[in-house]
């Protein structure tokens, strides 16, 4: 069962951008979509992202995900205190597994 | 939905580890579950899903181990995973599966309970 790759961590200043990229294979990213989940430390993973850009009800569109070939992004706009967080892409594989990302801790400088 | 997720917080090595989680707000029988787990300080670990068909998936690492049902009478899913060790040792969620035209997402998840394998 494979592991996607994400960068460990990454920091913007308040009211910045930040991105996160979420690399796979053929075998999962290429031929699924994305999901994307918000954890603050202590809770519970929420869904922040689904069907590669899609926003659930009540997440603000200064979250957005994106999608090409093997690889997956989340981008964070507006930078907030409030996004400091870990974030993990998930996809499913061919055997029909769920697979997530190794997890990215967005810091607020 | 709303999701809760209970059973012993320590287990011993070789036993056999049982959670359950309590679905209240909607019938069990509507979705589809996953149990995902969470070794401290590392990421998400997939464990399997089950059908309200009551067919299962499971992650092909813990295949021998796992076993997920559903009771229907007490809207609740179980977890069984077998011969633990200390690497089994993390907090277990449990998710409901939301399945869009294209896509199924973990779309809402339990609190999460911490399971502790050791002697």
């Known amino acids: 069962q494979s592991v996607l790759t994400q960068p460990p961590s990454v920091s913007a200043a308040p009211g910045q951008k930040v991105t996160i990229s979420c690399s796979g294979s053929s075998s999962d990213i290429g031929d699924h979509y994305v999901s994307w989940y918000q954890q603050f430390p202590g809770t519970a993973p929420k869904l922040l992202i689904y069907d590669n850009n899609k926003r659930p009800s009540g997440i603000p569109d200064r979250f957005s995900g994106s999608k090409s070939g093997t690889s997956a992004t989340l981008g964070i706009t507006g930078l907030q205190t409030g996004d400091e967080a870990d974030y993990y892409c998930?996809?499913?594989?061919?055997?029909?597994?769920?697979?997530f990302g190794t997890g990215t801790k967005v810091t607020v400088l | 939905v709303q999701l809760q997720e209970s059973g012993p917080g320590l287990v011993k090595p070789s036993e056999t580890l049982s959670l359950t989680c309590n679905v209240s707000g909607d019938s069990i029988r509507t979705y589809y579950w996953s149990w995902i787990r969470q070794p401290a300080g590392k990421t998400l670990d997939w464990l399997g899903r089950i059908y309200n068909s009551g067919s299962t998936n499971y992650n092909s690492a813990l295949k021998s181990r796992v076993t997920m049902s559903v009771d229907t009478s007490k809207n609740q899913l179980s977890l069984k995973l077998s011969s633990v060790t200390a690497a089994d040792t993390a907090v277990y969620y449990c998710?409901?599966?939301?399945?869009?035209?294209?896509?199924?997402?973990?779309?809402?998840w339990g609190q999460g309970t911490l399971v502790t394998v050791s002697s």
């Open positions: 998710a409901k599966l939301d399945c869009s035209r294209t896509s199924c997402y973990l779309s809402i």
């Open positions: 998930g996809t499913w594989d061919t055997s029909l597994s769920e697979v």
